[in-house]
């Protein structure tokens, strides 16, 4: 099997970036037989318009331009180029969820509200039910209405227990029982819901450093994994929201959601490239299925590897 046909969600949901990147480069890459400053600025402006970030959208400009020089226009495939900086980027770190050398895994799910922290967390939940483990659901963002509801109902969709207290309870206080409740039941891993914080807020980011330090006082090493989620439509904003949130809490991965419903999809290889945290997951639609995990090969073929962009690298030869 293909990888594009292998990762077919992937490849999918990240049609509308893909759709967006390749009409422009087709329209910069076959207007002239020469590469031009021109040609090189209007590439820049593309990739910097679906939020690759300066650093990766440099790279990928200066790899272009080298190629060009060796090689001239003829032969000149700027997709497999773009493919390959992007896949180089990425790396190669391990990107499989930190568990506990024994016993019970305490994952953190941490960001702005709006990203997709309580769906992510129920997603991240039916994902290990299908590996075999079992999950418990924390319910720790006590101040948005319905969010302790919101998280209730995809637990009964998808048969994980929640455990929840009251609107306005201290959150640090839901997630000690919960992390008890865990170890009582033998619960493989429990997967922490917290409420949602602006970037900007210094007392909310307290408020999360606390839920963090009474859980690694309720269970040594814990919380094992902290993921920020990010919304890929905010763009640029959620380099900025990652940067802060890294200051604040140790971030062990990234999820990077709502990839379908923009064209921005550079944008996470910008956040990863910048704050040195592996991307896990991604978000490419709203069924239980749909939160895949990372595949760095994947992603970049699903970016640059359309049908219709090796199409037009031929054309451009």
Known sequence: MGILAKFRKITNGLRKTQEKLGHELR???TRSPRLTGETL??????LLAADF???MTMRIVEAVRKAYETQGKRGLDVFQIAKREVRAALGDAPRELIAAPSGLTVVSIVG???AGKTTTAAKLAYRLAQEGKSALLAACDTFRAAAIEQLQLWGERLQVPVVAGNYNADPAAV???AVAAAQARGIDCLLIDTAGRLHTKRNLMQELQKVHRVVGRKLPGAPHETL??????TGGNALVQAREFHKATSLTGL?????DGTSRGGIAVAVQSELG???KFIGVGEQPDDLQPFDPEAYAEALFGSPQAEEAGASAR
């Open 53 to 55: 970030g300066v650093p």
């Open 41 to 46: 600025e209007d590439l820049e402006a593309a």
């Open 175 to 177: 997630a000690h029982d």
């Open 255 to 259: 999820v990077i959601t709502k990839l």
């Open 112 to 114: 702005v509200n709006g």
């Open 277 to 279: 945290v592996p991307i």
């Open 228 to 233: 920020l989620v990010l919304d890929a439509a």
């Open 27 to 29: 329209r910069i890459f």
